[in-house]
């Protein structure tokens, strides 16, 4: 802000026009500044906004596309940041003798991690194939089964009601370009923090075509209702 106010003050005094633009969240704005002709940058301060979201519409109820991105950043940071930098941090407290001094809850996440190691990049696929059906598909017939369509509130009235809308699960398809990027995409960086080696021809069209087919015959779990995430969903 001080660098931006700065160069908007320079400009002013040399009479030089200014375009200004940013960023807030998936927010974009531009501004136009002709010196004594326009408002300029600091003339005023820009609105406050409170942008915490509800835990439960990040993960269940999702109204608009910023809550989507949130969502998405907020597993990207669990999945390739939050975790892998715990486990090596176990791993160097291990190794300098201090494993007392790292939480229980720490070692459990770590040796989860490790035990789930990858050691080929098809694991990698595979792994991204069963997020895909966790995500798209699992997490959605769960969140359905406590809350179903013809679902009423406390108050009789209808619960799927805008701005709350229905999920749908979706099918995996191995010809969908968004569906090929997102498990291409997952593996590789799975791999990328195992230090599995990628494959040289990763980029190529055809190889991809050829990985996203070994995925959709992954070998999936048939999904079952489980009562205890039911409970936690209907108390969030």
């Known amino acids: ?3 931006r106010q ?7 005094n040399s009479k030089t026009p200014l375009i200004e633009s940013g960023t807030l ?19 005023q301060n820009d609105p406050t906004e409170d942008v915490a979201i ?3 519409t990040l993960k269940m109820f999702p109204e608009e596309t910023l809550h989507c991105v949130e969502w998405s950043r907020d597993k ?3 999945l390739f940041t939050q975790r892998p930098k715990a486990l090596k941090k176990c791993l160097e407290e291990y190794k300098d003798g201090k494993p007392e001094t790292i939480e229980l809850k720490a ?7 490790a035990k789930k190691a990858p050691k080929t990049f098809d694991d990698c696929i595979m792994y991204a194939r069963k997020k895909f059906e966790k995500y798209f598909v699992n997490d959605i017939k769960q969140l359905m089964h406590v809350y179903p369509l013809d679902h009423k509130t ?4 209808p619960f799927w009601s805008l701005p709350k809308r229905p999920p749908t699960c979706l099918i995996f398809e191995n010809s969908t370009q968004v569906m090929i990027d997102f498990i291409i995409s997952f593996a590789c960086l799975r791999a990328n923090i195992y230090g599995v080696k990628l494959p040289d021809d990763i980029r190529n069209t055809e190889a991809k075509k ?9 070998e999936l779990k048939v999904w079952k209702p489980d009562e205890g995430k039911a409970r936690e969903l209907a108390n969030a």
């Open 6 to 12: 700065y160069i908007d003050l320079r400009c002013v």
């Open 210 to 218: 050829k990985y996203i087919e070994f995925a959709s015959k992954t």
């Open 76 to 78: 990207f940071g669990k």
């Open 54 to 56: 509800p835990h439960c």
């Open 1 to 3: 802000m001080q660098a």
């Open 107 to 113: 070692w459990k996440d770590a040796l989860w991690m």
């Open 154 to 157: 406390k108050e009789g009235n």
């Open 25 to 43: 969240g998936p927010k974009g704005h531009v501004q136009v500044i002709l010196p004594y002709k326009t408002e300029s940058y600091g003339s």
